[in-house]
């Protein structure tokens, strides 16, 4: 195991004994193992399309993710965007360095902790999901930028070309679309832009209806001439601005001007023969997965009943997911125990609570006191090019359609990420997640994430993958990289049946074909509360590299729209 963030490790340099053999054959690679093949897979054809247009005009991985993500701001309006945020886990071929961009977003400098209360003390939820003061400053277009800057062989202009074209000749408003408005329809009305476009005559759209965003291309346009500045200073930032102060929001054009993108150094953790490559803090991921794959490894998980097994998977959770509630948050404000968590002695520790027949009720470990709340909306797309260059996107703009507003002008819907934080400390958030002290409101502060892009790499080579799904990401990126620790494909990763634990609420959410009768009555047996999901959750985007072939796999989730390419 090896969790660096020191900024200097490229590969893992601190290997238990466990996993020495495996770091060595990683560091012994032969110079020249890289894919046959190009590899995308995105949640929209149309992003897919802008992945490859840009990956045929020479540009590399980071341009393409570039590309893809700027094309999901405008296929995908109600996943992420522009007026969002994300986290964008690199790999770079030639020096082997990876790095996550954090363009997560943070918190006006107006924010205040108790800023959605009322005066009994009580959470007003609809502040922070719907309208300007849910939102914070975006974090999307300065890694854009940053990436295409940094990391890209093209221009942004390049870049952004596809995502322009789409907004100005216009999409066709998908299922997607039509779904978000179902739900967010009745606070739309209260943004003249964002009805304007969604809202004709003041029904919502229908799937198939042309959509154009003239709005949302001039602000893109702006970024592909002037790059940060173009969204972050000058006319886009004075509307944005304008916008929000109009309509009860805080933000000032000091807080778009003072953002800045964060690299940091990903958290690694060695499971068997596999290295996890995770997104830190402020992204809850690669703690939560790294600390349930901790306490896995004491079982031959293979050799267990399908349903120990699923038992154990969510005993795991739940321990990992009290620690994400307990002490994660922005590592700018907040110490954080990180190297403790993910230390193999801790996790031998929370093992001894830990019985084959039986499961621990959340209220019976230390934690925080429990209260209630319910949300989805993000995507995620895995990219790798011909020379092994590869990003992992995971984006957001929180639930369908974030703050379902839009500043006059900028064609921009901002995002409700303010609800991420812990609006009030044991109170659950849209995701049902609790927070606790580390995750409070504070000024200039990245609200916790489950965001988890993710790179698994073993001898048998590299899976890419990420999905949306709130909080419900982690659990379906570990079951999805035990699944190909297991052997298992991309196909098989991204369409196995999902079941899931936070913690809190204490209940094992569960797809219909997630467990079987037999699993479900040894679960009941053991005092594990199940609660069948009304629908199927996630949309996962898997690319993987066999090491031995060259051969580059992909596959897009059945349950969303996507589509892959490989060639
Ligand atoms: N807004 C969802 C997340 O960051 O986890």
Redesign the pocket.
């Known amino acids: 195991m090896n969790s660096s963030r020191d900024g200097t490790a490229r590969r893992s340099t601190r290997c238990n004994s466990i996993a020495l053999l495996v770091c060595i054959w990683l560091w012994v690679l032969p110079a020249g193992a890289q894919p046959a093949q190009s590899g995308i897979a995105t949640a929209h054809p149309l992003a897919t399309r802008a992945g490859e247009e840009i990956l045929a005009a020479g540009g590399n991985a980071f341009d393409a993710a570039v590309a893809i993500s700027a094309a999901l701001a405008v296929v995908e309006p109600y996943a992420s965007g522009l007026g969002g945020g994300g986290f964008w886990l690199l790999h770079e071929a030639g020096s082997g360095r990876q790095v996550l961009i954090d363009g ?1 977003e943070v918190a006006p400098a107006a924010a205040t902790r108790d800023m959605y209360l009322d005066a009994q003390g009580q959470p007003q939820a609809t502040l922070s999901t719907s309208g300007p003061l849910a939102a914070a400053i975006p974090g999307e277009p300065a890694a854009l930028a940053h990436i295409a800057k940094h990391y890209g062989r093209l221009p942004l202009a390049t870049s952004l070309a596809p995502a322009i074209r789409y907004a100005e000749q216009g999409i066709e408003a998908s299922r997607g679309i039509g779904m978000g408005l179902t739900f967010r329809a009745e606070a739309a009305r209260n943004s003249p832009a964002f009805s304007a476009i969604y809202l004709p005559g003041g029904k919502p759209v229908q799937a198939g209806t042309t959509l154009r965003f003239r709005d949302l291309a001039r602000t893109l346009r702006k970024l592909a001439a002037e790059g940060h500045d173009g969204f972050y200073r000058g006319s886009v930032a004075r509307q944005l601005v304008a916008g929000v102060q109009a309509a009860g929001g805080i933000w000032t054009r000091d807080d778009l001007a003072a953002y800045k993108v964060v690299e940091r150094e990903p958290i690694r953790v060695q499971y068997r023969d596999a290295t996890l490559v995770m997104a830190p803090p402020p ?2 991921g690669g703690v939560v997965i790294g600390d349930a794959l901790n306490i896995l490894r004491a079982w031959d998980l293979g050799r267990l009943q399908s349903v120990e097994r699923k038992h154990l998977t969510v005993e795991a959770l739940r321990r990992a997911y009290r620690d994400r509630a307990m002490y994660l948050g922005d590592p700018a404000f907040v110490p954080m125990p990180i190297e403790r968590l993910l230390n193999p002695w801790y996790a031998d520790g929370q093992r001894t609570s830990i019985r084959l027949d039986r499961a621990t009720p959340s209220d019976a470990l230390p934690g925080i006191e429990p209260a209630v709340s319910g949300g ?1 909306n ?1 995507t995620h797309f895995s990219v790798l090019d011909k020379a092994g260059n590869r990003v992992a996107g995971t984006l ?4 369908w359609f974030g703050a379902v507003f839009i500043p006059p002008g900028t064609g921009v819907i901002l ?1 409700n ?1 303010m609800d ?1 934080f812990s609006i009030k400390s044991g109170t659950p958030n849209s ?1 049902e997640l609790l927070g606790a002290e580390a995750n409070a409101i504070a000024p200039g502060k990245r ?5 988890s892009p993710t790179f698994i790499e073993s001898p048998r080579g590299v899976a890419i993958l990420g999905t949306p799904g ?2 419900r ?1 982690i659990s379906m990126v570990l079951l999805s990289a035990l699944a190909w620790m297991d052997g298992g494909d991309a196909q098989e990763m991204v369409s196995l049946k999902r079941f899931h634990h936070q913690y809190y609420p204490d209940v094992v959410v569960y797809e219909e074909g997630a467990l079987t009768a037999g699993e479900k009555a040894g679960l009941e047996a053991r005092g594990h509360k199940l609660e069948p999901s009304p629908r199927s959750f996630g949309n996962m985007q898997v690319i993987t590299w066999d090491r031995a072939t060259g051969k580059v796999d992909a596959a897009s989730d059945p349950r969303g729209g996507g589509e892959v390419t490989v060639y």
């Open positions: 997560r992204s809850s989805t993000t957001s703009i929180n639930t995002n990420e991420d995701f609200m916790l994430s489950s965001m709130g909080s990401i």
